[in-house]
């Protein structure tokens, strides 16, 4: 998609995208021309997912998850942990997109993403649907 053609996703249209009733059977091919609406929902990320992005070395979770958290969240990298889990919750940006979505509504970190976001929609809060297909916005958008 080219920069110039880059619009935010309307509010509305990404309004109630945790209501897992209104998914939609996921079927290959809905990404095609979908505007990342999955990567509208909270993303957890594990330690393991930081080494790979480049954001954490190897032990560093290791030697202390605490202090860890506490470099991302001031790298605005994740927004929170939970310590029980072990599960980082990267951080959103003001429209509630990943803050890894770039502005041509692709992944910036794609070769690197997540363990959930290669596995999603086989794993995710509805395994097997996808939030996309009740949002599609208007062929104008
Ligand atoms: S890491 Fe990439 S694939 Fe995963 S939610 Fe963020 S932008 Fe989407």
Redesign the pocket.
């Known amino acids: 998609m080219n920069q110039k053609h880059y619009q935010q996703i309307p509010a509305k249209l990404t309004e109630g995208l945790d209501r897992l009733s209104r998914w939609q059977p996921y079927s290959p091919g809905m990404c095609n021309g979908c505007l990342?609406y999955?990567?509208h929902l909270p993303?957890e990320a594990t330690a393991e997912d930081m080494v790979r992005l480049g954001l954490a070395e190897e032990g560093e979770y290791r030697a202390s998850p605490k202090r860890l958290f506490k470099k991302l969240l001031a790298q605005k990298v994740v927004s929170s942990f939970r310590m029980k889990s072990g599960l980082f919750t990267?951080a959103q940006k003001s429209d509630g997109s990943?803050?890894?979505?770039g502005a041509d509504r692709r992944?910036?970190?794609?070769e690197k993403?997540?363990a959930v976001?290669r596995r999603f929609p086989e794993i995710g809060p509805r395994p097997g649907f996808c939030p996309a297909r009740k949002f599609s916005p208007s062929p104008s958008v």
């Open positions: 990342s999955c990567c993303v990267i990943c803050g890894f979505l992944c910036t970190v794609y993403r997540p976001c």
